[in-house]
């Protein structure tokens, strides 16, 4: 599945994506759900986003979370090249109270370097959320956010309210990266941009299509 995605989503020219939207540090992003005018690739691009359903399920339930009572709010996919795409620290989702009840699951593509994650207690950093900008920047120097290599087809699963951020490319080739984001079902679809950013974190969006 992981080889057909990133397949799919390299593809050019008529009828392959063309709604890659430039975010913050020059990576861009692509929207799984959009359809696509060749009829083979949107066959592939069905059978693609319906697969990563259920493996990001499977996985989520192996972690005792009970996904039978959440719905897929967003699927995408990040793109970016060589030595761009540093993040700034962040949650996926604005409110914390509706954050710890969200997943995200990140499907690497490509060979790189893996996701930044917070590494402290699921709670230990909910006091964050509302901190002033010196309380913030004071308590996110002391923690340590790791990364390693991973492989195409590995994945991370990450409750809504984890701070993290990737890291710049540091391969010569692009970087492909996919992502589900689950919420309960009495939630309303969120926008995968309306993130938490601690205070004091900069942070902008670029809305360029490629």
Excluded at 15 to 40: A, P, T, V, Y
Excluded at 133 to 144: C, D, F, P, Q, Y
Excluded at 145 to 159: F, I, Q
Excluded at 190 to 206: A, E, R, V
């Amino acid at each position: 599945m992981m080889k057909d995605w990133h397949r799919l989503v390299s593809e050019v020219g008529n009828g392959s994506f063309n709604g890659w939207i430039e975010r913050r540090s020059r990576f861009f992003e692509q929207d799984m759900k959009e359809s696509l005018q060749c009829s083979l690739l949107e066959q592939q691009r069905v059978r693609v986003v319906s697969s990563a359903e259920f493996v990001a399920r499977n996985l989520l339930r192996s972690l005792n979370v009970n996904e039978s009572k959440l719905r897929v709010s967003d699927t995408g996919c990040l793109r970016s090249e060589h030595k761009y795409g540093l993040q700034e620290i962040h949650s996926d989702f604005q409110e914390l109270t509706d954050a710890s009840d969200c997943y995200v699951v990140i499907f690497y593509l490509v060979d790189t370097e893996s996701t930044a994650v917070a590494d402290v207690k699921r709670n230990e950093l909910d006091d964050v959320w509302k901190m002033n900008v010196k309380e913030a920047k004071s308590r996110l120097a002391t923690i340590n956010s790791p990364t390693e290599r991973v492989k195409t087809g590995d994945t991370l699963a990450m409750n809504g309210k984890c701070l993290h951020y990737g890291v710049a490319n540091p391969d010569t080739y692009q970087r492909f990266i996919g992502f589900l984001s689950f919420t309960p079902c009495f939630l309303p679809p969120f926008d995968s941009q309306d993130q938490f950013y601690p205070p004091g974190t900069y942070s902008y969006h670029k809305n360029k299509h490629t």
